[in-house]
């Protein structure tokens, strides 16, 4: 089968080229050149080279910059905690990698991400490296042509293959940051882009106890430094119209009701309530059971056990077991 695989110039992404060769497809290497990493195609040219794979480049700049980083920076400076790659996947990464496909005649694509797709529907990877939460907006469509060789695989297994292979990327460390913020500074990008909101008022309980730096410096279950009557405290909810930040105690950060909209489902959209369990943020261990249905144009979620803060613009999935049922937008 011919497949396009999205060929980053990373490690993982190089050990899938290996594994499809290994079960017999035609691997034709997509760079999506966002114009950032100075070794990016360079790199995934190695690759490329490595196992005799063809290798084409598309500039995703502009899309990157209409699908992704203009909304990213709408929502934080509305006080929202936005995820780009979810908001990147199904728009840009694999729209283009799908687009490329149907133009070369490829039947499917393919990626470096750690989950399983079977029989049209998206799973969890294995619990160390689990990333399904970064997939749940793809559509249908996008999860039924998706191949994820990496599915079954830790990461420090995927070293040790790509050791075995001689990739020549092996030793490339892993890019851990969003890609168009490399250094992490979310407030420095936005502020090269368009003046930042400026100081404001730290509330709790009501009461105006300190200022902040400016909401686009914080983000909801972030500690503020320092104690409060003896304990920690930690920001709540970020009021973009008013330039407040409201602060509460770790007990009160605690949520059984989360709302999301404009939920994508990756199964029939469901007509009575449904049992499932909930992620709010990319973290292992917060997956707790609960009852989701559609209310309007929401979903609204209540847990068996409260999550923490749950964030307005995070994403909030929900899971059947292992399988991915879809995700919104928390607000």
């Not at 500039?59 to 936005?82: H, K």
């Not at 687009?99 to 160390?128: F, N, S």
């Not at 092996?170 to 368009?194: L, V």
């Not at 009160?252 to 009701?257: C, S």
């Amino acid at each position: 089968m011919k497949v396009v695989l999205g060929l980053s110039g990373g490690v993982d992404s190089a050990v899938c080229a290996a594994l499809l060769q290994r079960q017999g497809h035609e691997v034709v290497g997509l760079y999506l050149e966002n114009g950032i990493s100075e070794t990016g195609v360079t790199d995934a040219r190695a690759v490329a080279e490595r196992f005799g794979i063809p290798l084409d480049v598309l500039d995703i700049r502009q899309a990157l910059e209409a699908q992704v980083c203009a909304p990213f920076e709408q929502s934080y400076r509305r006080g929202e905690t936005p995820n780009p790659c979810i908001l990147c996947n199904p728009t840009v990464k694999f729209k283009a990698l799908l687009a490329h496909a149907d133009a070369i005649g490829a039947e499917c694509v393919a990626t470096g991400h750690y989950a399983r797709t079977k029989d049209g529907a998206l799973y969890k990877g294995r619990p160390a490296n689990d990333q399904s939460y970064m997939l749940c907006r793809l559509k249908p469509e996008q999860v039924q042509r998706l191949l994820l060789p990496l599915g079954d695989y830790e990461k420090t297994e995927v070293r040790a293959l790509a050791e075995e292979f001689g990739i020549p990327v092996a030793k490339k460390p892993d890019s851990m940051e969003i890609c168009f913020i490399p250094d992490k500074d979310y407030a420095g990008w936005m502020a090269r882009r368009a003046p930042l909101p400026g100081p404001g008022d730290f509330v709790l309980e009501g009461q105006v106890i300190g200022q902040h730096e400016g909401i686009c410096r914080y983000t909801v279950g972030q500690r503020r430094p320092g104690l409060v009557n003896g304990r920690k405290v930690y920001i709540s909810r970020i009021h973009a119209d008013t330039n407040t930040i409201e602060l509460a105690y770790w007990d009160d950060l605690f949520k059984t009701e989360v709302r999301a909209r404009d939920f994508s489902w990756l199964i029939e959209p469901p007509t009575v309530p449904i049992r499932a369990s909930v992620r709010v943020r990319h973290t292992k261990w917060e997956n707790p059971a609960c009852t989701a249905e559609i209310v309007g144009d929401e979903v609204l979620i209540r847990c068996d056990e409260p999550v923490r803060a749950p964030a307005p613009g995070q994403s909030a999935v929900l899971y059947d077991n292992d399988r991915v049922l879809g995700g919104g937008w928390i607000i």
